[in-house]
């Protein structure tokens, strides 16, 4: 039905940046909400940002004003930003696609460290 290509995840060292992206393939109607997940070692995933079909963008408190989530509609991928990169940001990055007929899908992850 659909497969998330994840790319962009690596070593950085803090305050660096990153950018990671996601493609959509496949056979689908229609993306919504486009999004970013990470979950670090130790803890539950939580939400990192989202972007809806209409372009409005959500953050968590964590990130606001270094991440930046985007999307290009042509290509149905979307995109995350990561500046001023701190170690608490370390965490595998999972992007989540909300398909119109199909429901809730994420990508299998893509691991980012923030670390001297």
């Known amino acids: 039905q659909v497969q998330l290509v994840e790319s962009g995840g690596g070593l950085v060292q803090p305050g660096g940046s990153l950018r990671l992206s996601c493609a959509a393939s496949?056979?689908?109607?229609?993306?919504?909400?486009m999004g970013w997940y990470r979950q670090a070692p130790g803890k539950q995933r939580e939400w990192v940002a989202t972007?809806?079909?209409?372009?409005?963008?959500y953050y968590v408190d964590s990130v606001k004003g270094r991440f930046t989530i985007s999307r290009d509609y042509a290509k149905n991928t979307v995109h995350l930003q990561m500046n001023s990169l701190k170690p608490e940001d370390t965490a595998v990055y999972y992007c989540?696609?909300?398909?119109?007929?199909?429901?809730?899908?994420w990508g299998q992850g893509t691991q980012v460290t923030v670390s001297s």
């Open positions: 989540s696609v909300d398909l119109e007929w199909a429901g809730i899908r």
């Open positions: 972007i809806t079909d209409t372009g409005t963008t």
């Open positions: 496949g056979s689908f109607f229609s993306i919504y909400d």
